[in-house]
């Protein structure tokens, strides 16, 4: 069975700090996705990172993959209150279903 | 464009009763996954289907049924509700490839009293 350990589980910290959350694997995947979930609301799509030691950015979220294609994280440059939310961490195999990690829930504090 | 439609938005149920939650894509995407997200945690696949007329079990079935007639539709079944059965549900659909992401409805919040 393959699983996501996503860490930390729980961050809060004050606008402006940087951040790291962390999804690891024992297991290769294809590809690694990151969605954020605001409340009352579905996870949508931020990144999919798929080759080995890909690097990707969005503004002030920056998206890494391991070489080895079994870890990932997502660095936050001088959070921000509209960065609170549930980011998730999805690991795609050929096309069984998405193995998600538990998530990391994020609060920015003004 | 639509996307993922899931009603109702709410819903509360007596314990033994049934209802089905409706799911609908409209952007031709063979698969289709039905979700649960339990307060503060992450996402249990329930049934997952590759395309109309199969589906499959995920981690956490038992209590639920789901039927894929058609590309559009994947609705969930509850057949006696349980207070376990209180959560959060999310349908979610995604194209063929293994890499492309899934697009996922906005939930339905179901409480079991």
């Known amino acids: 069975t393959q699983l996501l350990e996503q860490s930390p589980q729980f961050l809060s910290i004050q606008e402006g700090e940087n951040l790291t959350v962390y999804c690891n694997s024992s297991?290769?995947?294809?590809?690694l996705q990151w969605y954020r979930q605001e409340p009352g609301e579905g996870p949508v799509l931020l990144v999919t990172?798929?080759?080995?030691?890909e690097v990707k950015k969005l503004k002030r979220l920056t998206f890494q993959f391991g070489d080895a294609r079994k870890d990932s994280s997502l660095h936050i440059t001088a959070a921000q209150p509209g960065d609170t939310g549930l980011y998730l961490c999805?690991?795609?195999?050929?096309?069984?279903?998405?193995?998600f990690g538990k998530g990391t829930r994020l609060s920015v504090i003004a | 464009n639509a996307g993922v439609t899931q009603t109702p938005k709410f819903r509360i149920l007596k314990i033994g009763q049934s209802m089905t939650l409706q799911c609908t894509q409209d952007?031709?995407?063979?698969?289709m996954y039905w979700y649960r997200q339990d307060p503060g945690m992450g996402l249990k696949l329930i049934y997952y289907?590759?395309?109309?007329?199969?589906?499959d079990k995920g981690e956490v079935p038992n209590g639920y049924n789901v039927s894929r007639s058609t590309t559009e539709d994947f609705p969930l079944r509850l057949e006696l509700a349980a207070p376990s059965q209180t959560s959060v549900y999310f349908c979610?659909?995604?194209?063929?490839?293994?890499?492309?992401?899934?697009?996922f409805g906005d939930g339905t919040r179901l409480s079991i009293l």
């Open positions: 979610a659909s995604r194209a063929w490839t293994g890499n492309q992401p899934q697009h």
């Open positions: 297991s290769v995947f294809s590809s």
């Open positions: 990172v798929v080759t080995g030691g």
């Open positions: 999805a690991g795609a195999s050929g096309n069984t279903p998405l193995v």
């Open positions: 952007m031709n995407h063979n698969y």
């Open positions: 289907s590759v395309g109309a007329g199969i589906t």
